[in-house]
């Protein structure tokens, strides 16, 4: 067995990792939905670098997790889990990811996994820690995508959390292309999960919002900005259109929501999206604040998933 996993099975056995995070829903398993898998004696993850048959059981390292907190960048992640770890008093273990794709450590029941940049390499990051955590037998997961985002008309450093993720087309759907065809599926967040994050933001003073979310496909022209290496919309049509988001409820732009709101929802698991606006797209486009200000506003989200995470084990340990 490698170090990495026997460790995490050691770090089980001393009770913390053991406090369950149940959050009121009942037995739910994390679903897949693919009559194949069935048949497959082994199944490699291979953006991880994990076996279904791995020494030491998937059940015995990941069937305890509750919740996966995910965001973009690998170096955040590993900041947010070693943080996390800090403030819970909860074992950190070694990063389990084997491939230099994602990063995944885990502090008790809680996973930490970058999600790279835009839903295709999201959703590959999604699809292979569902299975992980169907094959683990893990039970009531909640996914949370803490991150960063663009603000439509909120100040920069206000974190938004999401009631809804739209695509480019203003639709509630995440699109995929499967077999030639436009497959569209229902975005659908945890209405209990979002509120309850936007309950805590409110109760650490840390200015909050909600709102609809644009999952676009690009940083530049999908957010309509003006400043790309391309750019065939004038400035008009980007205030326009910013305004008539607005109008319409949406509050920032990022470019994963819709894929996740869909895997998620897919899997039976309940997810939540919080995510700081660096800046107020009304204003500008670049994305141009000094170091100290972009920790501070990326802190942001983690805070509140912490503060969250932790009267979850506080209450489990209460009560
Ligand atoms: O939330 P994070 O990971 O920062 O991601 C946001 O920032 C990236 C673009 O800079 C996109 O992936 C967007 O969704
Ligand atoms: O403007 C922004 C900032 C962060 N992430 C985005 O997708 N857009």
Redesign the pocket.
């Known amino acids: 067995m490698p170090a990495q996993y026997d460790e995490i099975m050691n770090g089980a056995s001393n009770g913390a990792t053991n406090v369950m995070l149940q959050n009121g829903s009942t037995d739910h398993i994390v679903k897949v939905n693919n009559p194949y898998l069935q048949g497959q004696e082994d199944d490699f993850l291979y953006h991880f670098g994990i076996s279904k048959n791995e020494a030491g059981g998937l059940k015995e390292c990941f069937g305890d997790v509750k919740f996966v907190c995910t965001g973009g960048s690998p170096s955040r992640l590993k900041m947010y889990a070693e943080l996390f770890h800090n403030d819970s008093g909860l074992p950190l273990s070694e990063n389990l990811s084997r491939s230099d794709r994602f990063c995944m450590y885990k502090t008790g029941p809680i996973l930490w996994i970058n999600h790279g940049m835009g839903v295709p390499s999201m959703s590959i990051m999604l699809v292979e820690t569902i299975k992980l955590l169907h094959y683990a037998d893990a039970k009531d997961v909640c996914f949370v995508r803490i991150g960063?985002?663009?603000g439509i008309g909120v100040a920069p450093g206000t974190v938004i959390v999401s009631n809804g993720a739209i695509n480019g087309l203003l639709e509630q759907k995440h699109i995929q292309f499967i077999k030639g065809n436009i497959v569209k599926r229902d975005a659908i967040l945890d209405k209990t999960l979002c509120n309850d994050l936007y309950e805590t933001a409110s109760q650490l003073g840390i200015p909050v919002d909600r709102g609809l979310t644009l999952c676009?496909d690009d940083?530049y022209e999908g957010?309509m900005r003006l400043d790309g290496a391309f750019c065939e919309y004038s400035s008009d049509d980007k205030f326009d259109f910013l305004r008539k988001l607005h109008s319409i409820g949406v509050r920032n732009?990022?470019?994963e929501s819709t894929g996740f709101a869909s895997m998620t929802h897919r899997a039976g698991v309940r997810g939540a999206i919080i995510c700081v606006a660096?800046?107020n797209?009304l204003n500008g486009d670049q994305?141009s604040i000094d170091k100290s200000c972009y920790h501070e506003y990326e802190m942001r989200p983690f805070r509140i998933i912490s503060a969250y995470l932790r009267s979850l084990l506080t209450e489990n340990i209460n009560g």
């Open positions: 960063t985002s663009g676009a940083f957010q732009f990022e470019m660096l800046l797209r994305v």
